[in-house]
């Protein structure tokens, strides 16, 4: 079965094109209240999936409120993948992958960030180099004096 929000995003990307014709939302919300939007009118969605989200990561022109990890991409991935991150203020920065053990693998970065949207990929290679294991990995990224962490795969 394909995923319910890639159809939702593939209809909207369709929608003006059907027969000429503009398609609206209908958002049926939990409190039993129904929101409707004229596709014309959709600016920008946000999907709060549980304790990951889609979003996007365009120049907002601003700040952002919190610190936050976002999913890696791609996820799962081989032989990189692209670990993101956004700062609210300039910080001190620390990324490291761990195994599932705990044993760190790889010190991606350390170091002095400034504010907003940073990224850092992880080759798939240990501290020596060498290409890790096909597996499940852990990246931890503390920063404001906080460690937020989010689990890798590497197939390969």
């Not at 022109?61 to 976002?70: D, I």
């Not at 956004?86 to 693998?105: I, K, N, S």
Request: aromatic share 6%; hydrophobic share 40%; glycine share 10%.
């Amino acid at each position: 079965m394909k995923h319910p929000l890639l159809i939702l995003l593939a209809l909207l990307g369709l929608a003006t094109g059907v027969r000429g014709q503009d398609c609206d939302l209908t958002i049926h919300l939990s409190t039993g209240e129904t929101v409707t939007i004229p596709h014309a009118e959709i600016r920008r969605m946000v999907f709060v999936l549980g304790p990951s989200s889609v979003s996007d990561d365009g120049d907002q022109g601003g700040v952002p409120g919190s610190f936050r990890l976002l999913p890696n991409y791609p996820n799962p991935f081989n032989p990189s993948t692209t670990i993101r991150y956004e700062l609210p203020g300039a910080t001190t920065v620390r990324v490291r992958v761990y195994d599932l053990h705990g044993a760190l693998v790889r010190d991606l970065f350390d170091g002095k960030q400034e504010a907003g949207l940073q990224r850092v990929v992880w080759d798939g290679l240990d501290e020596q180099g060498v290409a890790v294991a096909s597996g499940v990995y852990l990246c931890a990224v503390r920063g404001a004096e906080t460690t937020l962490s989010r689990q890798l795969v590497l197939i390969k």
